[in-house]
C-alpha cells in the first residue's frame, strides 16, 4: 500500500470512530448505525451484551437499538477514543483504540455538576475490522475488551430502566 493511500485509510478510519463516539454522545442513533455494515459480528461481553454471540452475524439496525437501551437513559455520556493502530493485511483492514468513557446520570438537569455518585466509567479497548461498502470503510467485525470500571456502575441499571420508561418511542434506524 502506497503512503498516500496507507495516511488515507487511517485518516478514514479514525473518522469512523470519532463518529461512532459523537452519535453515542449526541444519542444520534442514525449517525452510529451509519458506521456499520448491513451485518455486524460483535464481542462485547456479556456484561454490555448478554444475548449476543461473537459468532454469529446480526443486523446493525439490532446492535443500535442495544445500544440505545444501554446507554440512551444516561443524561450524558463521553466517548474519547484514541490511539488508533491500523493493521492491513490484504482485504483484511483492522484498526485497534483505547476507549475512555463516562456515563452520567446528573442529580439535577439544571445544573451539570457531576460526582462520584453520578459516573460511570468504562475503559478499553476497540478492535474493529471494516469493508468498504458504498464509498465508505464500515464496521463489519467489532470486539471491545473492557480493561476496568470505575464509579457508580449501578448506573447502567438505572439508565436502562430510565429508557424503558421513558414515554419516548425510539426512532428506528
Not at 61 to 77: E, K, P, S, Y
Not at 97 to 114: E, R
Not at 139 to 148: E, N, Q
Request: net charge negative.
Amino acid at each position: 500500500m502506497e503512503r498516500l493511500d496507507r495516511l488515507q485509510l487511517e485518516a478514514d478510519l479514525r473518522a469512523n470512530y470519532y463518529r461512532y463516539a459523537e452519535g453515542l454522545d449526541n444519542k444520534d442513533w442514525q449517525q452510529v448505525r451509519d458506521c456499520f455494515a448491513e451485518e455486524v459480528f460483535l464481542d462485547y461481553g456479556p456484561i454490555v451484551d448478554p444475548g449476543g454471540s461473537p459468532d454469529q452475524p446480526r443486523p446493525a439496525d439490532d446492535w443500535v437499538a442495544t445500544l440505545q437501551r444501554n446507554i440512551g437513559g444516561f443524561d450524558l455520556t463521553r466517548h474519547t477514543i484514541c490511539n488508533h493502530r491500523v493493521e492491513v493485511d490484504g482485504e483484511n483492514v483492522r484498526c485497534t483504540a483505547y476507549l475512555v468513557a463516562d456515563h452520567i446520570i446528573l442529580q439535577d438537569s439544571q445544573m451539570p455538576i457531576a460526582g462520584p455518585d453520578n459516573i460511570a466509567t468504562v475503559v478499553g479497548e476497540y478492535t474493529n475490522q471494516y469493508r468498504h461498502v458504498g464509498g465508505e470503510w464500515k464496521i463489519f467485525r467489532s470486539r471491545l475488551d473492557i480493561k476496568w470500571s470505575s464509579g457508580n456502575i449501578a448506573l447502567f441499571q438505572q439508565a436502562a430502566e430510565r429508557f424503558l420508561m421513558a414515554d419516548v418511542i425510539p426512532e428506528s434506524v
